[in-house]
T-cell receptor, first 111, second 115 residues
Framework: NAGVTQTPKFQVLKTGQSMTLQCAQD?????MYWYRQDPGMGLRLIYY???????DKGEVPNGYNVSRLNKREFSLRLESAAPSQTSVYFC??????????FGSGTRLTVV | GENVEQHPSTLSVQEGDSAVIKCTYS??????FPWYKQELGKGPQLIID?????GEKKDQRIAVTLNKTAKHFSLHITETQPEDSAVYFC??????????????FGTGTLLAVQP
């Protein structure tokens, strides 16, 4: 009954460091998404994956890369972190767009 | 692309009163409009959704209405309770009936229900 699991929950990075945010779902959903949430900006789509083996850019993809490792896992990578990437990151999954299931988020601070 | 605007950004009501949150969308092709509730420190959770072939949908104390002509939809919460206090997000997108659809979210409404 896990749903969507994100790791880590919290992370502090120095400018220029790299890291990968992990996301896994156990609901056999086809589609997965990465959003970032900033105060006053709502949820903005970074990248999404319609199905295993495909990925597409969302509204704010610059500075990020993704990998759809298999049907369950969708990771988000920051190659060279910048303070502007300080945010809360949410992973979500869905099947045929019948509602997203979100993870509990990763709070990232870049100093 | 789709753009979703949401108002108000904050809303304070007395317990037992009704709350209404409004959203507008820009893409006439959009046909799927979910609402999410986000409690502090948690991810958003789907509370109700509506498709463009329906004008209104109810689920106990919450309801959503859709006006396709005007391109706006609203969330109505009646008999509000303190546990309704949260951030609410609207979203819009295109449901191709099998193909994926990326949802575009509004900026959120912080609802505070005063006891």
């Amino acid at each position: 009954n896990a749903g969507v699991t994100q790791t880590p929950k919290f992370q502090v990075l120095k400018t220029g460091q790299s890291m990968t945010l992990q996301c896994a779902q156990d609901m056999n959903h086809n589609s997965m998404y990465w959003y970032r949430q900033d105060p006053g900006m709502g949820l903005r789509l970074i990248y999404y994956s319609a199905s295993e083996g495909t990925t597409d850019k969302g509204e704010v993809p610059n500075g990020y890369n993704v990998s759809r490792l298999n049907k369950r896992e969708f990771s988000l990578r920051l190659e060279s972190a910048a303070p502007s990437q300080t945010s809360v990151y949410f992973c979500a999954s869905s099947t045929n767009n019948y509602g997203y299931t979100f993870g509990s988020g990763t709070r990232l601070t870049v100093v | 692309g789709e753009n979703v605007e949401q108002h108000p950004s904050t809303l304070s009501v007395q317990e037992g009163d009704s709350a209404v949150i409004k959203c507008t969308y820009s893409d006439s092709a959009s046909n799927y409009f979910p609402w999410y509730k986000q409690e502090l420190g948690k991810g958003p959770q789907l509370i109700i959704d509506i498709r463009s072939n329906v004008g209104e949908k109810k689920d106990q104390r919450i309801a959503v209405t859709l006006n396709k002509t005007a391109k706006h939809f609203s969330l109505h919460i009646t008999e509000t309770q303190p546990e309704d206090s949260a951030v609410y997000f609207c979203a819009g997108g295109v449901d191709y009936g099998g193909a994926t659809n990326k949802l575009i979210f509004g900026t959120g409404t912080l609802l505070a229900v005063q006891p």
